[in-house]
């Protein structure tokens, strides 16, 4: 009895060592002999991805693709190119350009020549030269897509070099009893005239075929500089046209010309906007 509580007394003393251990040494793998010691935990945050927003469905349905063409338009003017025909006293001839700058802009010039006579109440002259326009267009009208018609407003800087030749001319008798004097045969040639102007130009060109355009313009001009003969006025000013006895003058022409497409831009277009000009039209 005496052994048997021993014993028991022995195996008790040995568990409790054995639980006094265990709480001061690592875990114990059951599968490895080696010992592993647990790492602390960390926490993951998890950071929120940015939302990604998509254009709305009804923008992408109701936009489009629009091609824009860049380059060049040549062309002449058909008023004074045919004018000669039912005038006697005029030959001429412009040719005109533009050179598509941007969405809106355009740079353009004119480059003609003119051989005027002009009949006044006591002279007869005549005026020959060349001219040159150059400036820029505004076209304010908004084409449907795939049209490139254009309704502009510009300005133009024109420079002309000319002569005139005196042909004839009447003195002024105050009190004519014995009628009118005889106009007086002169001949007179000057050369070397300038004048200078500036021109406000408002026109338009409508498509009608494939890169063929016709156009319609008209312009205000106010002259700058004008270099006259001695003894009279310069009655008509090649590319300035009549001077109407003062600095203002106007012009306009009839145009057909040819564009030289170069290079292409791709633009958003609103189909919204096309059908609200459909609308317009109809109204």
């Known amino acids: ?56 469905k009804e923008i992408l349905k109701d936009s489009v693709v629009k091609t824009d063409r860049y380059g060049l338009r040549v062309g002449v003017d058909l008023y004074k190119l045919t004018r000669g025909l039912y005038d006697k006293d005029y030959k001429g001839i412009e040719f005109v350009g533009d050179w598509r700058l941007t969405k809106k802009y355009y740079l353009a010039a004119e480059l003609g020549f003119e051989d005027k006579t002009t009949e006044d109440d006591r002279l007869t002259s005549s005026a020959t030269g060349t001219y ?20 502009t407003i510009g300005m133009r800087g024109g420079f002309s070099t000319f002569s005139q030749e005196l042909i004839n001319y009447k003195i002024y008798n105050p009190n004519p009893y014995w009628g009118e004097l005889p106009p007086i045969n002169e001949g007179q040639k000057y050369s070397g005239l300038t004048a200078a102007w500036i021109e ?29 003969p001695g003894n009279f006025e310069n009655l008509y000013i090649p590319g300035f046209n009549r001077t109407y006895d003062g600095s203002f003058g106007v012009g306009f022409n009839y145009t057909v010309s040819y564009f030289i497409p170069i290079y292409k831009k791709k633009t958003m277009a609103s189909e919204n906007a096309k059908i609200e000009e459909a609308k317009k039209k109809k109204k």
Request: hydrophobic letters at 45%.
């Open 200 to 228: 406000v130009a408002l026109g338009l060109k409508a498509k009608v075929f494939n890169n063929v355009f016709v156009g319609f313009g008209v312009q205000l001009k106010l002259l700058a500089m004008n270099k006259e």
């Open 1 to 56: 009895m005496k052994h048997t509580l021993k014993f028991i007394s022995s195996i008790s003393l040995l568990f409790s060592m054995f639980l006094g251990y265990a709480q001061d040494v690592p875990e114990i793998s059951k599968n490895l002999d080696s010992t592993v010691t647990q790492k602390p935990k960390t926490e993951k945050v998890k950071t929120a991805k940015p939302e990604i927003k998509e254009a709305p």
């Open 132 to 151: 040159v326009k150059a400036g820029f267009d505004y076209n304010f009208y908004q084409n449907w897509l795939d049209m490139e018609n254009l309704i």
